[in-house]
């Protein structure tokens, strides 16, 4: 029959190392949750405002084509935006937001001069180019409102990725091992004792007998 194994003092003492390096672990990673929780609050508040921006450029643009349309007719709204000979583009980079890469969009050809937007100045009026206007200002909102809740999704994953770690070394990891810990640190100390204990018998036997 094996017998059991008995724990050691190198053992204790790498156990007490994987204590302190856990709980400098867990309070690295609660500073950086605390810290994206705050980015997350500002960026937050960015995007609450150009959501209602956005809202407000969308019943804008909605208002100036009802009344061009009203003015020009459909038919004649429509082949102007056809006229149309350049498309926005669109360029996505990222940058680092405390280890958490989020998208930095930017754009090129959303705003056009009166001449670049294609129809000619003749035969249409100002309806048309308080449409175009809405419609670019719509366009740039959307564009900075994709930017900031795509960056919010990111964040939040981090956030709630980075709170699970932090909970399991809290309530799980760091908990265990210093359980470990202790129940290795009384076995020794039992084994001292009981070492002590029979020493003490041998000295004894020992003394009888001289």
Known sequence: ???????TRSELIELKK????????????????DGLILEFFKILNEARNVRTELDA??????????????VNGMVSVRSTAFTAKQSPEIQLSGHNI???????ISST??????????????GTNSYIDETAEAYEDLVEKIIT????????????????????????LEFKVI????ATMKFIRF???????????????????MAEKS
């Open 187 to 205: 076995t020794l100390e039992e084994m001292e004792r009981e070492g002590t204990f029979r020493l003490k018998r041998v000295k004894a036997r």
């Open 98 to 104: 405390m280890g958490v890469v989020v998208p930095k």
């Open 18 to 33: 994987r204590v302190k390096l856990s709980e400098s672990g867990h309070k690295l990673l609660k500073m950086k949750r």
């Open 57 to 70: 450029a969308f019943e804008k643009g909605v208002e100036k084509i009802n009344l061009a349309c009203a």
């Open 1 to 7: 029959m094996a017998q059991d194994v008995k724990p």
């Open 109 to 122: 050809g959303v705003r056009k001069s009166l001449y670049e937007r294609g129809y000619g100045i003749i």
């Open 145 to 168: 409102a994709a930017e900031l809740e795509t960056t919010m999704k990111r964040l939040l994953n981090e956030i709630e990725k980075t709170k699970r770690r932090v909970n399991a």
């Open 175 to 178: 908990p265990e091992l210093i």
